[in-house]
């Protein structure tokens, strides 16, 4: 059995989740397993943190509403009284197989903070938060294998006793109700719920699911015995959950939230269906609402006034300039919910270039915070520049102005003086700051070394700490390959950030709304604006160096590419802007459009060029939008 990770804390976790409320996490010993206990309020939980699932959750009076155990022999229908039981119960086969399923041995947890528990699969193909409030606990499953679907379970015995005619269910769809369908004997019920309850007359608490984002695949009911006898058999479980089809079919492929907990009281009567209706709707907005929201809403392109026709057609253009990985880690949003995506949109490399621009928004942060300014002088704070650059500010690093040199040829063997093994040794620059463009590697490496020194702080730690853990990013990483004086990491400021296309979604889609998330201010007022728009002028000449063809004036911001009035992108909507990396790692964002479009794969530039290939795209996807 593999370890866990057990935060030096974990001995008594005791947070106020709310003013009057708190949760306590220890550690304890169940069915001769490590548990983690969880105390609430309403309920008490039995995490299994190698399974990643709860093994046992008990209401007040003590009722163990899933009684999970691991005989011997689970042999179909009798694991019903014992080994099939658990919360979630996420992952059903493949090598994942009993992920989320008390018991199984399959993944690594730890405590993230003092109400939250991370699990992972050893495999990293699958991770989810558990947060925990008073009378729910909230499950932000974050990654997802994308080649193979999963779905959220609640097997258990209602008020801790198997006993169908006790028990109460219903659901968004109707209830109260006694009769339930017989699951051994092909009775399930397979719906489209948003939420379920359940109640028993051995119990003065209802305990509910739901899901937070409803979607249009089918979920299930069913009560299942543990014997041949079906509903009248001595022992058994519910069997109920999001996302689980006929023929036991696992459903959800993408990221998704769910919420379990208990109310107060037992419903019987329809005024107490409608009350518990009303608390159960409040709980799943406030998490709609929750910043930041950990997974995404779905629509299809039609709902969202996209003609399907049109925009297959944009699709097949861009998908036929692509190398090997296609469409495989594409994310189309729009209003804000997911029109296409990928069967890989979770894997995560290097998004190359288009750390560019989450560099410039640390640049951004800094001066929000009143340490620096557009205007100020780099060499205030790395005194190599003061003898040759005394004069380059800011602002010349984030438009590539700088005229910023370093000593040495390229490390990769490349004709190119840019990528020198010593990017921050200064030598006599292409040009006098202001005066030209030049795209250089090298100059946006020193950025990132001024700005860590501005900052007083790794990057990676500040941009996390203010923009990516406020927007939903969660397991990210920066390439670094050397540290300050002090020991501080030295991330690399024009390339290595790691992100998945969904993660790198949610950075266009901050941009998009003004740096706004969730009703929430992560971004400076007026940054987006002025970051997006163009900063190098049109008749600024292009400095003589050996990348002059990457062409940056009237077509660059602050680290970010602009569609401009060049004349190359004519049929890109004019409001459009971008973050482009290597090998076809691109971000846009359109604001005419309401529209966030992200490509993400490492199979090479287009041979035809990027400006070629997505305004052809572009000119299709204008045809989806206008009809």
């Not at 939250?116 to 050893?122: A, D, G, L, M």
């Not at 399930?188 to 051995?202: G, V």
């Not at 296409?340 to 490399?349: E, L, M, T, V, Y």
């Not at 400076?524 to 163009?534: C, E, F, I, K, N």
Request: glycine content about 10%.
């Amino acid at each position: 059995m593999r370890s866990t990770k057990l935060l030096s804390l974990l001995a008594t976790l005791v947070v106020s989740t709310l003013a009057t409320s708190a949760v306590e996490i220890t550690q304890t010993e169940h069915l001769g397993r490590e548990h983690w206990k969880i105390k609430t309020e309403a309920a008490t939980y039995l995490f299994d943190p190698i399974a990643g699932g709860f093994s046992s959750i008990m209401d007040r009076a003590g009722n163990d509403w899933v009684a999970y155990d691991d005989p011997a022999s689970a042999n179909y229908p009798a694991g019903a009284a014992f080994a099939f039981r658990g919360v979630p119960n996420m992952v059903y086969q493949g090598d994942d197989n009993g992920a989320g399923h008390p018991g199984f041995d399959q993944c690594e947890s730890e405590i993230i903070s003092p109400n939250q528990i991370r699990s992972r699969t050893y495999s990293g193909r699958y991770e989810w938060i558990w947060t925990f409030a008073d009378d729910h606990a909230r499950q932000s499953v974050t990654r997802v294998d994308p080649d193979r679907a999963y779905w959220f379970l609640y097997e258990g015995p209602v008020g801790g006793t198997y006993d169908p005619a006790a028990t109460i269910w219903g659901s968004n769809l109707a209830g109260p109700s006694r009769d339930h369908p017989d699951f051994y004997k092909g009775g399930t019920l397979f719906e489209n719920y948003h939420w379920l309850y359940f109640a028993s007359d051995h119990s003065e608490q209802t305990f509910w699911i739901a899901q937070v984002e409803p979607d249009e695949l089918l979920d299930l009911y069913g009560q299942l015995g543990n014997t041949t006898d079906g509903l009248n058999s001595p022992d058994g479980m519910v069997v109920t959950g999001f996302g689980r089809g006929k023929n036991t079919d696992p459903l959800l492929r993408i990221p998704q939230e769910f919420l379990i907990g208990f109310w107060n009281g037992r419903v019987t009567t329809a005024a107490d269906h409608n009350e518990i209706s009303e608390d159960i709707n409040t709980a799943i907005e406030a998490a709609q609402a929750d910043a930041p929201a950990m997974t995404w809403s779905t629509s299809s392109p039609a709902a969202e006034g996209l003609n399907p026709e049109a925009f297959a057609a944009a699709l097949a253009v861009l998908e036929q300039h692509s190398g090997e990985n296609g469409l495989s880690e594409t994310f189309i949003v729009r209003h804000g919910k997911v029109v296409f995506a990928g069967p890989n949109i979770d894997r995560s490399h290097n998004i190359y270039s288009c750390t560019k621009s989450l560099t410039s928004t640390v640049l951004g942060l800094l001066i929000a915070e009143g340490k620096c300014s557009l205007a100020s002088r780099a060499a205030d704070w790395e005194p190599a520049l003061g003898a040759l650059y005394s004069d380059v500010t800011l602002r010349d690093f984030a438009t590539m102005t700088s005229g910023y040199s370093a000593a040495g040829d390229s490390r990769w063997n490349e004709s190119s003086e840019d990528w020198s093994l010593t990017p921050y040794a200064p030598i006599t620059p292409y040009f006098a700051p202001g005066t030209a463009y030049a795209y250089w590697d090298e100059a946006m490496m020193m950025f990132g070394r001024v700005l860590t020194q501005i900052a007083d702080q790794d990057l990676k730690a500040y941009l996390n700490e203010r923009v990516m853990s406020r927007i939903g990013i969660t397991d990210w990483d920066w390439w670094h390959d050397t540290e300050l004086p002090d020991g501080t990491a030295l991330r690399n400021g024009c390339t290595g950030i790691a992100l998945n296309a969904a993660q790198l979604a949610r950075v266009g889609l901050l941009f998009l709304h003004d740096g706004v998330w969730n009703g929430e201010r992560i971004l400076p007022a007026g940054w987006v604006d002025l970051a997006t728009s163009v900063q190098v002028p049109e008749e600024l000449p292009i400095g003589a160096t050996d990348r002059a063809n990457v062409l940056g004036n009237g077509r660059y911001g602050l680290n970010w590419w602009v569609r401009g009035d060049v004349g190359d992108m004519p049929d890109t909507p004019r409001g459009t802007y971008y973050m482009s990396g290597l090998h076809n790692n691109m971000c846009f964002v359109v604001p005419e459009w309401d529209m966030v479009i992200v490509r993400r794969g490492e199979d090479g530039n287009p041979p035809e060029g990027k400006r070629f290939v997505y305004n052809a795209f572009f000119r299709e996807l204008a045809k989806a939008v206008e009809s």
